[in-house]
């Protein structure tokens, strides 16, 4: 097992990493309270479920635990789904005390720690990501929240939790399309801030593509340990932070327009980091040849590197300018000034964006 | 004008209070940003919101001034009406850093917070209350939020303003009943932190009947002072905080049973005030003149005294059970060691709450 420890001005808290830990339950015990909720979905609910509830019950502090089953999928991450974990919460009668437990990919433990930010106005929670996505990514950094259907990921809050227990072990039931999602995550990080990373997963490319134990523990840690690092620096994304949302602005905007669900999260991501890429070569910071070479590991990851049939480039222009990132009307975008170094910024031409979005045109 | 600062660890804010604050832009200009938007309701829009938009128009670093006017009432404040602040802000395609105002009573004030806590992770905001009620209470000190069907204020987050105004030239339009609703909230910090004010309060209630400018300043101002004060000590209601929640406990239930807005929350508090002296005085602590003391006070600016016809022992009980106080399933109340101090506390015979709910029952 190996642990990071993330260190933010007013929260401190473990991220453990390796195979088996769902079975460890002493790592959870200390952040264990009376009434536990563990929220999970259909799909992940049925694998773990009775065992996590088994070992909770086991804990000598632990007075109740129940558990809400949500529906699977991004279509499902808006406010009438948090509204479940509240009305499950409110007939429990739980108290400000309780504990959540988010068991399941990205979209469970942003719900459930939106909900845990906002029931009785803050109560603690736990990640147990079991995608690769959510190990690499939703589950470090606190960023929690909703979609609306007029943006995604518009309503939440910055809610850090107690504790993150990645079970690598739990990778080995996740279907091929949601592991190679994550994969596209895994590259963004070795993109905007590690080229050393970057060509250490060229070299293991093959052994993660077959999830080979060693391989996939090392990407996590590594991933994990680069966003525990950016966010520690800027929690609440004044800054640096944005850099983490390569490709994000792109991948929204494909999210949105395809309806929430269609692609995957990484996938959109992953498309949305080959156009972040070409656009940074067409201003000439970044040599074409990385473009060809993150191209390639998409392509054997069998993830999109297209946009989808007949998005247009009005519909790009449209979400986009929807981002978070924008400012008084201005799109800024995290771009690379050379593999491994990623920079926010609003400093490009308009033109070289247009031809970027018409060359992945399907 | 007079002015309180709000010191809290991590933030920082002014609570101004005087006679025609709504027509100084000078006290907004510090805290706005290129767009705002204003949120009111259908009741107090048309009086008082023309004349800001106008005046925020005129300020140079604002570009866009845009308002939505949401229903009026307590019954309103949930989840689909917070969606109407966030659909308009998604519509104006408003960054996160746009400034929401909150023009408008309790329920404008929670909302608008929430929301600002919420929009794309926390946007900044300002209070501009209009009523008695929130003037003294809901603007100051951060707790905003929504009602769920099953329990008042579950869903919500601690979120301070940027800045309070508070305009007492707004009271001369406040309906008898929403003022009156309010001096029961003055009333409460008398009763649980300065016995000096609820004298002083005893001695002025004509004027303050009366709505004479100077005692009304002076009620607010006093009962600003005594809530910052509780507040900068315990921001998120980890202990002495919830001493401001005399008789709030008994007053939710009535909400809830109710159904919101039947009841102002100023009413249903004044009731919960007298139920919690008259429990604290059958516990032997609290002389029972003081009872009669408050009785008198509410009877005179025509607050109930009373629970609602129906309302029995069981559903106050049931009702109770779901407050935010409640710790492992041990109700906590709180209750008045003498006239001027409060304390939290779930060392009480059941056999006297019940003594105390019957005798309210109409």
Same mark, same amino acid.
């Given at each position: 097992m190996k642990t990071l420890r993330l260190d933010l001005p007013a929260h401190q808290y473990d991220i453990h990493i390796g195979p088996g830990l769902l079975s460890q339950p002493e790592l959870l015990t200390p952040h264990l309270s009376p009434e536990i909720l563990v929220v999970t979905n259909e799909t992940v609910g049925p694998i773990y479920l009775q065992n996590l509830l088994e070992l909770l019950r086991q #804990?000598? =502090? =632990? #007075?109740r635990v129940k558990h809400v089953s949500l529906p699977d999928g991004e279509q499902h991450k808006h406010m009438g789904t948090l509204d479940e974990i509240f009305t499950r919460l409110l007939e429990l009668g739980y108290s400000r005390r309780c504990t959540l437990l988010a068991l399941g990919g990205g979209v469970i433990g942003d719900m459930t720690g939106f909900a845990a930010a906002a029931y009785q106005r803050g109560v603690n929670y736990i990640q147990i990501p079991t995608t690769l996505l959510s190990q690499v990514d939703s589950s470090v950094g606190g960023k929690t929240g909703v979609n609306h259907r007029l943006g995604k990921n518009m309503i939440g809050a910055f809610k850090q939790p107690e504790l993150v227990l990645i079970d690598t072990l739990t990778l080995q039931t996740l279907p091929d399309r949601e592991y190679a999602a994550g994969l596209a995550e895994v590259l963004k990080y070795g993109l905007i801030a590690d080229a050393e990373f970057f060509v250490w997963l060229e070299q293991n490319w093959r052994k993660l593509l077959e999830r080979e134990p060693g391989a996939v523990a090392e990407a996590i840690y590594r991933s994990c340990a680069l966003k525990a690092e950016v966010v520690a620096d800027d929690e609440t994304e004044q800054g640096r932070r944005a850099i983490l949302n390569l490709g994000h602005t792109f991948g929204h905007a494909i999210e949105t327009w395809t309806g929430y669900g269609a692609w995957l999260h990484g996938e959109a991501v992953a498309t949305g980091l080959l156009m972040a890429a070409d656009l940074s070569s067409r201003m000439g910071h970044l040599e074409s040849s990385v473009i060809d070479r993150v191209h390639t590991l998409l392509e054997q990851a069998k993830l999109p590197v297209r946009s989808p049939d007949g998005m247009s480039r009005d519909d790009y222009l449209q979400l986009m300018a929807r981002d978070k990132k924008v400012e008084s009307g201005v799109l800024r975008l995290v771009l690379l000034k050379s593999l491994g170094h990623a920079i926010v910024t609003s400093d490009f031409r308009v033109e070289d964006l247009y031809l970027t979005i018409d060359h992945f045109q399907s």
């Open positions: #804990q000598p =502090v =632990v #007075q």
